[in-house]
C-alpha cells in the first residue's frame, strides 16, 4: 500500500481569496492545449492563425467550465441543485462533468465555425490530439482534492483517501488511472495518429472511441457517486452509460471517414 500525498487542496490562501489546486490543473492544461494548437495551426494542412487559435481557445475555455458544471448538475445531482442553486457556481469545491464538458465544447466549437467559416470536423480534428492534456491535469486537480477514488484494493499502489465516505480502506486511486489514460496515453495515441494528414473526421472519432473505451474501463474499479450508486446489475454507472454512446459514434464516424477516403 502507498501513502497518499496529502496535499493542501488550497494551493495559496490569502485569505479573501483561495486558489485551489483543482483550479490551477484546468488553467494548465488550457495553457498546454493553447500553446501547442498554435504549433499545429501554423502547419500548412491545418492554416490556423494566433488569433483564430487564441479565439478557439478561449471559446472552448468558456464550452468546459459551463458545460462541465452544468453536466455535472444534470447528470450527477439535480435533485441537490435544485434546493442549492447558488453552490452551482462553487466551482472551487469541484464537481466537473467530461461529457457536459464536450458538449460545450461542441457548442463553442459550432459558434467558431460561424465566425471563422471553417468546417465542424476540421476544427474539432483539430483540437481533439490536445484535448487529453487538460482531462489529464484534470484528473490530478481530483486527486489532490481526494476525491473520486476506486472501490478497496490490495494493490501495492492501493491507498487510504482521507475522506471519512473512503471508510480508512486502501482504494484504487481510478484518478491517477484516468490521469493516465485518458490523459497521457490517449495524447500520444491521438498526436502520433494526427502527425500525418487524416480523412476528415478520423481524428475525432479515434478521440470519441478511445476516450470511451478508457473511461469504461476505468468506471469497473471507480466507485460511483453515492447519491447516485449503480444503474444497473452491481456495476453499470452513469459514467459508463454516458460512455457507451461515444465508443459507438467514435467507431461510426472513424468508419465514415475512411470509406469516404476509399471511394
Known amino acids: 500500500m502507498m501513502t497518499y500525498p496529502d496535499i493542501d487542496p488550497v494551493a495559496l490562501n490569502l485569505g479573501f481569496l483561495q486558489i485551489h489546486w483543482y483550479g490551477i490543473s484546468y488553467i494548465l492544461g488550457i495553457l498546454a492545449a493553447w500553446w501547442l494548437l498554435r ?6 494542412q491545418w492554416g490556423y492563425s494566433s488569433e483564430q487559435v487564441s479565439d478557439l481557445i478561449f471559446y472552448a475555455m468558456l464550452g468546459i467550465i459551463i458545460g462541465g458544471r452544468l453536466g455535472s448538475v444534470i447528470f450527477y445531482n439535480l435533485p441537490y441543485y435544485l434546493q442549492h442553486p447558488i453552490e452551482i457556481i462553487y466551482l472551487q469545491q469541484g464537481g466537473m462533468s467530461f461529457h457536459g464538458g464536450l458538449l460545450g465544447v461542441f457548442a463553442a466549437v459550432w459558434f467558431f465555425c460561424h465566425k471563422f467559416n471553417k ?9 481533439a490530439p490536445v484535448v ?9 486537480g481530483n486527486f489532490i482534492n481526494g476525491e473520486l477514488w476506486g472501490g478497496p484494493s490490495n494493490l501495492p499502489w492501493a491507498m487510504i483517501f482521507p475522506d ?14 484516468e490521469a493516465f489514460l485518458e490523459g497521457l496515453i490517449l495524447f500520444i495515441i491521438l498526436w502520433w495518429f494526427s502527425s500525418k494528414p487524416r480523412p476528415a473526421m478520423a481524428i475525432s472519432g479515434l478521440f470519441l472511441f478511445g476516450y470511451g473505451v478508457f473511461r469504461f474501463m476505468v468506471e469497473f474499479v471507480r466507485v460511483p457517486d453515492s447519491h ?23 467507431l461510426i464516424l472513424f468508419g465514415i471517414a475512411f470509406r469516404a477516403k476509399g471511394n
Open 39 to 44: 504549433l499545429r495551426g501554423s502547419r500548412e
Open 132 to 140: 487529453p492534456i487538460g482531462l489529464g491535469t484534470g484528473r490530478i
Open 119 to 127: 468546417r465542424f470536423f476540421n476544427v474539432t480534428d483539430f483540437i
Open 228 to 250: 447516485i450508486g449503480y444503474l444497473a446489475f452491481d456495476f453499470v454507472t452513469m459514467g459508463m452509460l454516458l460512455s457507451a454512446p461515444m465508443i459507438l459514434f467514435g
Open 164 to 177: 471519512p465516505a473512503a471508510g480508512g480502506i486502501a482504494r484504487h486511486p481510478s484518478q491517477l488511472y
